[in-house]
């Protein structure tokens, strides 16, 4: 598990494009500098790491190409010590990221691989989240809500109810929707029965996975 001066070169560069694209958060743009992302790929995608670019990391599901993890990020506005739920842990880069901004992470892993995989390497990291859990992202997570923010990382058909539910008033959900091409999504929490609704362009996700059983 090494991090050479190269690889942090790369980041730099990362960062630099994430900027011209628009990101402007500059916690957001610290942690993508700061996060190994070529630790969370195979061996063998390390010269792929750190374009652009989304990439396979087994079980059909891929890690979100960095503007996209960006965009999302800076969209759930997090401050140091906010809870907030991840729906779909996947290669736990995006949970890197929002341990990294400081917030207080629950994330749903559907994939029993990949929430293995996760679990396991995150810690070795040091990136300790207060829970990663196996199981169906649809449902939320009710035990542990509300919460300041939920961030869903993978192409959600509709937008399921418990997510809107478990928000706290005031509360942001980022959620990208839609069959082929998705529309992320911004609901903002107004009332306890009022949302908010931004939507803010087209990305494209592997299929949020419910729990067929």
């Not at 759930?76 to 341990?99: F, H, R």
């Not at 990294?100 to 300790?128: M, N, T």
């Amino acid at each position: 598990m090494k991090d050479t001066f190269k690889h942090q070169g790369m980041r730099q560069q990362l960062v630099e494009i994430l900027v011209k694209k628009g990101i402007k958060d500059q916690n957001v743009l610290a942690a993508i500098g700061k996060i190994p992302r070529h630790l969370f790929m195979d061996s063998g995608f390390i010269d792929h790491a750190y374009q652009d670019k989304a990439f396979p990391i087994g079980a059909d599901q891929t890690i979100s190409q960095p503007y996209t993890v960006a965009f999302q990020s800076e969209l759930m506005q997090i401050k140091p010590g906010d809870k907030v739920l991840e729906i779909g842990t996947g290669s736990g880069y995006q949970t890197a990221v929002l341990l990294e901004l400081g917030a207080k992470v629950f994330s749903i892993e559907r994939q029993k691989e990949l929430f293995k995989k996760a679990s396991k390497f995150l810690p070795k990291l040091g990136y300790r989240a207060k829970k990663l859990i196996f199981g169906d992202g649809y449902k939320g997570l009710v035990e542990e809500a509300p919460f300041k923010s939920i961030i869903v990382t993978a192409g959600a058909p509709f937008v399921p109810n418990p997510l809107l539910a478990q928000l706290e008033i005031g509360g942001r959900l980022v959620i990208p929707v839609g069959d082929a091409v998705q529309t992320m999504t911004l609901f903002i929490r107004k009332g306890p029965k009022e949302f908010e609704k931004h939507e803010l362009g087209e990305f494209r996700f592997v299929p949020l996975l419910e729990d067929k059983n």
